[in-house]
């Protein structure tokens, strides 16, 4: 099993789809496919994988609220998961051993970041932060860029070293290391998943922080507008 290339499968209405875009729609039919099972068959059971993400998630952020995270980071996580796992299964491949996959799922916890932190402060409060003093201005610039190739190279060359080992140990040795291999695999998928999850959850809650000098600008503001508030009414009455 070759698990560097990514072939060109078919063609859909004229655009190329390669395996690794094969593979990331069977991770998705596969999770949607156990979402239902358990809740027709184990309701229960999906309650309590909702409570491990919901506590990742908790462990990670400092925040009042976690409600506003959860459908994003509870959906990297299941699909960081399975798509590390999936690569066990016969002529399956991990979609996240495509540095592109990988990549995709960095642009979208660094853009969420960036979303979350302006609704929860305002866009040209949250963007101050950035040129305050404009001198650090590149330099935050350089952390963004520099957050997201982290994110995107740390699990892409977790997960394509891990298929790669049990993919040359296969062909070596065909019999029973190949399955402990295999096991092992699993089990850097599974810390994986939880890393970058635990990671999205820290950037979050470092975009949404609202520090003491936040708090005591919108305090004065808050008491500025009241006050004229006050004086308004005093003055019509």
């Not at 609220?65 to 299941?78: A, E, F, Q």
């Amino acid at each position: 099993m070759n698990v560097i290339q990514h072939p060109i499968v078919f063609n859909l209405l004229g655009i190329p789809v390669r395996d690794t875009v094969l593979f990331t729609w069977i991770t998705m039919a596969i999770i949607v496919g156990i979402v239902l099972l358990l809740k027709l068959l184990r309701p229960n059971l999906l309650e309590m994988i909702l409570e491990m993400i919901i506590g990742v998630v908790d462990d990670a952020m400092d925040v009042d609220d976690l409600h506003p995270y959860i459908p994003l980071l509870g959906s990297l996580m299941v699909f960081v998961l399975v798509s590390n796992l999936i690569s066990a299964l016969p002529i399956m491949k991990s979609p996240t051993a495509d540095i592109n996959t990988t990549i995709a799922l960095a642009l979208i916890v660094v853009f969420s970041v960036h979303i979350y932190g302006m609704r929860k402060k305002g866009v040209w409060s949250y963007l101050k932060q950035f040129a305050s003093p404009i001198l650090l201005f590149p330099i935050e610039l350089i952390g963004q860029i520099s957050r997201t190739l982290s994110l995107s190279m740390r699990l892409f060359g977790n997960v394509l070293s891990g298929d790669m080992i049990v993919a040359i140990v296969f062909s070596i040795i065909p019999a029973f290391l190949p399955v402990a291999m295999i096991a092992l695999g699993m089990i850097t998928g599974i810390l994986q998943a939880y890393v970058i999850t635990t990671l999205a959850a820290l950037f979050i809650s470092s975009a949404v922080e609202i520090n003491e000098e936040d708090l005591r600008i919108k305090e004065e503001k808050a008491s500025r507008k009241n006050l004229k508030k006050i004086r308004k009414e005093l003055a019509n009455g």
